[in-house]
Structures are given as C-alpha cells and as structure tokens.
C-alpha cells in the first residue's frame, strides 16, 4: 500500500462549476478525515467517516459541501457552485480505528483554484 | 474545545543550530498531540506524537518534544539544523481517538547556510 492516495492534484475551475475530489485510504483504515487548508494557515478539520458512516459533518463549511464514502473505502468531496473562497487546498487523511490516537496518514492534497 | 497556539510564524536558524519550535495546547482533558511537517506543495508527514506514554517523544528525522503538563506546551526541538528541515510544522491537539486533529497555524523554519 502506498499511502493515502488523492485526486486529481490540481484543479482550475470557473466559478460556479461544480468539483468533485477523490481520495483512497490506506486500505486497512477505516477511518477517513477531509481537511481545508488555505494560504498561510493550519489545516482546517471538515468531516469524518467510520467505515461508510459520516459521523460529523457539522464543520462542512456550507450546504454547497458534501461528501460521501458510499462503501467504506474510497471517499469524494463535491463542492457545488464553487466561489473564488473555495480556493485552497484540500486534503484528506486516514486513520485505523482504536481507543488510542496515533496520529492521521495524509495524501498529498487536492488544490483547487476557482478563477 | 481543544486548541493550540504557535508562538512565532516564521524562525530562523543557522544550519547545525538549535532548532526549537514553541507549541501551547488548551485542552480540558488529557490531550492528544502531535507535530507535523509539510513540505512545498505536499501534505503533511507526522513527525512525532503524545499519547499519554513518555513524557519525552522522539520522532522522525532527530526531532523530539516535550509535554509539560504544567506549563501546557509542546515545544518542538532538534539539536541541530540541516538545510533539509527547512519546512512549515504544524502543532495538532486531539481529544480523543477518531477525534478530528485541530492544527495550529503553523511556523515557517528557514535554515541559512
């Protein structure tokens, strides 16, 4: 298993399209987390899945956010009728399940420009 | 809520100097820690994590941090600089496992030759 695998790398995209982004887990994580990070700051915690279970979703930042992890293993995140503020980068990372926290595996991330 | 504060946004140091990186936590129970690093346009690598074990947490690449309970930090060090640690690192505080991580805003280590 090579890590935590996002995609695509870069998107350019009009404002008012929509996007989606993938990402695959590690395979044996159950466990999948999709962050934000814009310029100059730490990243910024969106949602999370157990297995196919969005367990929180609250901290999506708008109704224009969704994601889904339709069989518990890879997961999409869609942006519709992006906004120029939607510019940043978007990883996601996964972790196994268990009482202690080890700490996340992420990919590379997803960057996302809207012009 | 848990939280973390990085004390300076951007350090500098000389290569083969002491690298120490300040990280404050709030947390109202027992905390989950962590230091990451990023390189340009990647994601972030774990460096080193507390989970309530060793006080004293070495990680990769000769980093180590400290949690000190009583003055609520973290503080990340190396003993000596190469121009490869030259990165952004995050502090991340979580409450619990499955927990989401809440980052810090990052400082920027530049290493001069």
């Known amino acids: 298993d090579t890590g935590v695998s996002q995609d ?53 930042l708008s109704d224009r956010f969704s994601a889904e992890r339709p069989k518990g293993s890879f997961s999409t995140l869609e942006i519709q009728r992006t906004e120029q503020g939607d510019s940043a980068m ?26 | 809520a848990q939280s973390v504060t990085q004390l300076g946004s951007h350090v500098s140091v000389s290569e083969g100097a002491l690298v120490l990186l300040r990280c404050n936590y709030s947390s109202s129970v027992p905390p989950y820690l962590f230091w990451y690093v990023q390189y340009p346009n990647q994601g972030l690598q774990l460096l080193l994590k507390y989970t309530s074990a060793a006080t004293l947490v070495k990680g990769i690449n000769g ?18 600089a190469h121009m490869r640690d030259a990165a952004e690192y995050f502090c991340a505080v979580s409450q619990n496992s499955g927990y989401a991580l809440n980052f810090g805003k990052g400082t920027s280590l530049l290493v001069t030759p």
């Open chain 2, 63 to 80: 980093f180590e941090a400290e949690f000190k309970k009583s003055e609520t930090s973290f503080h990340l060090t190396k003993p000596s």
């Open chain 1, 8 to 60: 695509p790398r870069h998107k350019i995209t009009k404002r008012g399209q929509n996007v989606t982004f993938r990402c695959d887990p590690i395979s044996e994580h159950n466990r999948l987390y999709w962050y934000r990070q814009t310029l100059g700051q730490g990243p910024e915690f969106l949602t999370y899945f157990q297995n196919e279970a969005q367990l929180e979703k609250s901290r999506l």
């Open chain 1, 90 to 115: 978007y990883l996601c990372a996964s972790s196994p399940s268990g009482t202690v926290n080890y700490g996340y595996t992420f990919g590379s991330g997803t960057r996302l420009t809207v012009v």
